[in-house]
């Protein structure tokens, strides 16, 4: 059950984010019809961001159905807490520290929201939301490690009531997991509902609509649709052209949706109130990862050490580009750029080195966890 290589898509989803964020800054003045369109449809590239919490809930849990059919031991919920830790807050860490001096440099930086960082708990409150304020993406990270958590202890119990009464029905661990799906959505519910101050720029629209809860129904979905592909696996299901027609037709709508929405609004087009136009597009990402673990030609393609490394370096990838960003252009280019071919010259620079320092960190993080992990 070789999957490992499905990380690629993380490597897509960081392209995604990658262009929309450089495509924030690009020249718009006097833009042509078609190019104003396109730069409206990648402002909608957020949505790929989903995929790292589809990707997650999918693979870890793949240890955990495979208890229910006596194949091993539950997870110790100890030790991937100390593995998570040490694979996600080094370079978290490093990469909020490095921001936090550069956004000090530039003006006053808040103390408050950087030390919360720290935590992980800033996505309590719309002040601490941003870490700091240079890198924008680094919110993820607490939402990212929160969800984790929770999810894994509610893996845990699970799994081990499921073990217990030997239960392997779909209809009985459906109910169990739809159940917490409506506590997750009550809980959302109930914190959009909380009286919390209006802060300005994005934060003001984001909050309180971005919290774990939300997130952690992808998580919970996805732990459940693995547990079908582990059960197809067992009645031998094999690869086959509708795998590839999936993922291809699932790719295509997301497309076509999102080019039928260009100009909407962040948290336009979902339901709940919820950011990533959750679920329709949440649902088909998904499905084009279930398409590919079941295509006949289009996974052996994909699977190859490029697509696998990229794959690999996407975190600190992630970590890194906007703070690459803000300081290629606050260095060379100056505030605005004067043509689109200042601008594509400058994104080529943002990626090479983007790739560059995501490269040294990821073998120097790599070999740092393994000499403390392998203890």
Request: aromatic share 26%; charged share 15%.
């Amino acid at each position: 059950m070789k999957i490992a290589w499905l990380n690629w898509y993380r490597g897509f989803a960081l392209i995604c984010i990658i262009t929309y964020h450089l495509n924030q800054i690009r020249p718009i003045q006097n833009l042509a019809l078609w190019d104003w369109k396109l730069y409206q449809f990648f402002s909608l590239l957020p949505v790929a961001v989903g995929i790292f919490f589809i990707l997650w809930g999918f693979l870890r849990s793949l240890s955990y159905w495979k208890v229910v059919y006596g194949w091993g031991e539950i997870p110790p919920f100890w030790k991937w807490v100390k593995d998570r830790i040490f694979r996600i807050a080094p370079l978290y860490y490093l990469a909020l520290l490095a921001s936090f001096l550069w956004s000090a440099f530039l003006w006053v930086e808040d103390w408050k929201s950087f030390l919360v960082g720290f935590t992980f708990f800033s996505w309590m409150h719309p002040s601490t939301f941003f870490p700091v304020a240079l890198n924008g993406p680094l919110w993820f990270v607490a939402y990212d490690m929160m969800g984790n958590l929770i999810v894994m202890i509610f893996m845990t119990k699970i799994f081990w009531f499921l073990r217990k009464i030997k239960i392997r029905k779909f209809w009985i661990v459906s109910i169990l997991f739809f159940l917490g799906f409506a506590i997750l959505l009550a809980l959302h519910s109930a914190f959009v509902s909380l009286p919390y101050p209006k802060l300005e720029w994005i934060v003001s629209v984001w909050f309180p609509y971005y919290n774990p809860f939300i997130f952690w129904i992808y998580y919970l979905f996805w732990a459940l649709i693995a547990w079908i592909y582990l059960h197809l696996k067992v009645r031998n299901m094999r690869p086959s052209l509708i795998g590839d027609a999936l993922f291809i037709l699932s790719l295509l709508g997301i497309g076509y949706f999102l080019t039928r929405i260009r100009g909407a609004t962040d948290l336009a087009y979902s339901f709940p109130v919820s950011p990533f136009r959750f679920p329709f597009v949440p649902f088909l990402l998904g499905v084009s990862i279930f398409g590919l673990l079941f295509s006949k030609y289009i996974s052996k393609w994909i699977d190859n050490r490029w697509f696998v490394f990229f794959g690999k370096i996407s975190y600190p990838l992630y970590l890194f580009h906007a703070l690459i960003i803000v300081m290629i252009q606050y260095f060379f280019f100056g505030e605005r750029f004067q043509s689109f071919r200042e601008w594509s010259i400058f994104s080529s620079i943002v990626l090479t080195i983007s790739l560059l320092v995501s490269t040294v960190l990821i073998r120097l993080e790599g070999f740092l966890t393994k000499k403390y992990l392998s203890k």
